[in-house]
């Protein structure tokens, strides 16, 4: 699977989201009405927007992508690009906990951390490990990749932190776990990426050049499943 | 109630999370649920297998509405599935001996707020498969399988009589009904004979 090259287009505006959908009980006589939830967990959506296709690199670069794309039937690995998110520690000393001479530290280096248990498909509860040399404390809002066997890698944020005990952190994720996966296996907080297709039935994804070649575009993913079983 | 307490109590709490579960005992078994991505189910009185997957996105179009049966009435109900998907597109090319009457089941279950499940899924609907057929149009490819459920096997009703004939035949040796013809007005059942 090619992963999507997100880097190489910059764009206005960015947007990752997890897609839901709920159910109204209709408006009632005298108040708000009942709500139900029934995607049982909810999939990520990746909305770029207004990317700037100012030369003829660009241009040609975007047009393979989306020939590659088919409307929508290949599968791309797409990274978050939400690196300022992740609880890497912003800047690291010494061992001795010293400096460089002009007062600089480290800048900061990857995030170490492993699920601290097993997991099984559809948790949404799981313990999991953060090197507190690598990384500040979980608040929520982080996330990570776990690469599955099958589902290869998918986006999980954190909603809640239950409990910490000796830097193992108990955490609410959503969406929930894709697959089992054995204690040990990384979680990735460095470049979380997800398996998505593009999500463009019109093809508007396709841009319209205007007069000197220039074109915008914008780009909508949706979180792939196995369709085929 | 069919709901457990617990599954009362949770969809009161405010925020309901129904899971709908469809279970067709075709070759092979079709199963798909209303969420996204995969649910493994534990086996029950329906579902044979332990730790069966149920496919989430991708397969079901809608949900049916159906109703509760009751005094004999039977009824029949139509799913949309995807029709792209490999293991329904093989189902509906089968041939008609492999799906006829495969038994098709729906259930229901609660999700918590962590999206866990209240309980085991209830088994609402238990039917089988009446009709298959495939509708294509200009991108889009559906298949919908049509679930007969209830007693639906068409016999005219069994009727009885409240005569000792029938009641022998019901009960043999038993006299409950030994002193109706006393009852009776101008004529008596008398067949069967015993």
Sequence with gaps: ?229 | MWITEAAAAAASAGGVKPAMFLRIAADPIIRAWSGVGDFRLSADTIETEDGAIYKGVGRLAEWPAFDVLFNGEAGRLSITMSGVDAALQDLAEDSAADIDQAACHLGVLFLDERDQPIAAPLWVVEGEMEDLETDRRAGLRTVTVTIGYGPLDRRRPLLGYWSPADQEARSPGDLFCSRTPLYAEGSEVTWPRW
């Design chain 1, 1 to 229: 699977m090619d992963e999507f090259p997100v880097t190489n287009f910059p764009v206005e505006k960015l947007r990752w989201r997890p897609a839901s959908v709920s159910t109204s009980g209709g408006q009632t006589l005298t108040g708000p009405g009942q709500d139900a939830s029934w995607d049982g967990g909810g999939w990520w959506v990746a909305e770029l927007v207004g990317i700037d296709l100012g030369d003829e690199q660009a241009l040609r670069a975007i047009r393979a992508l989306l020939l590659l794309a088919l409307g929508g039937v290949t599968r791309f690995i797409v990274p978050m690009l939400d690196w300022p998110l992740s609880p890497a520690l912003s800047s690291v000393p010494h061992g001795d906990g010293s400096p460089f001479a002009d007062s600089s530290e480290y800048v900061s280096g990857a995030v170490a951390a492993h699920l601290a248990a097993d997991v099984s498909l559809r948790d949404t509860t799981i313990d999991l490990y953060l090197d507190p040399e690598t990384a500040g404390p979980l608040q929520g809002g982080e996330v990570f990749t776990l690469v599955y066997p099958t589902h290869g890698p998918r986006i999980h944020m954190i909603g809640k932190v239950d409990s910490v005990t000796d830097d193992v952190y108990t955490v609410f994720i959503r969406p929930p776990i894709r697959e089992d996966l054995a204690a040990e296996a990384e979680v990735d907080f460095n470049r979380p990426r997800c398996v998505m297709k593009l999500n463009d039935p019109d093809g508007e994804a396709w841009p319209w050049i205007v007069p000197g070649w220039e074109g915008k575009t914008d780009l909508r993913f949706a979180e792939a499943f196995d369709e085929l079983s």
